[in-house]
């Protein structure tokens, strides 16, 4: 499954510990809407979007919902900058791991064809791009992490 296939709502419900009925409650829908919008099944309109993002805690999905809904933009709609919660940051490394594995299976598809020694070729350039991209995703959960500990310090914890 590539993140463009990958929905995440339902993975920012279930980073929050809600069950589909307590997530439906607190949105203001039904559960079998609930679960059409967590399948794909339906598109989710923006004021439930907002709903989601209110009963999750996770500002990111915000991001995603305009990235998945009009790809076209995603070209011009930068990730954004710091995670802000932790379903944040949850959302973040789903976001890693779908990535690792795209990346991962690209270079296998490279190895087995014996493309990675031609000399700097496009493909290879671009998965360097792609690990040197992932590098930074991870320096910015380490960086969330790092900013955690420092509270947690501040409160005796």
């Keep these: 499954m590539t993140n463009s296939e990958k929905l995440y709502y339902k993975i920012c419900r279930e980073n929050e510990g809600m069950t589909q009925a307590e997530s439906a409650a607190i949105i203001g829908i039904d559960e079998a809407t609930l679960s059409r919008y967590e399948n794909g099944h339906a598109s989710v309109p923006q ?88 590098a930074s995703k991870f320096m910015g959960i380490a960086g969330y992490l790092d900013e955690q500990a420092a509270l947690d310090g501040r409160c005796g914890g």
Excluded: Q
């Design 47 to 134: 004021d439930v979007v907002a709903s989601m993002i209110k009963a999750y805690r996770t500002p990111r999905l915000a991001w995603w919902h305009v990235i998945h809904d009009n790809p076209a933009l995603m070209p011009y709609i930068p990730e954004p900058p710091r995670m802000v919660t932790s379903g944040d940051m949850m959302m973040r490394i789903e976001f890693a791991e779908d990535e690792i594995a795209e990346v991962r299976y690209a270079l296998k598809k490279m190895l087995k064809e014996g493309c990675l020694c031609c000399e700097a070729s496009e493909a290879t350039k671009s998965k360097a791009a792609s690990f040197r991209a992932l």
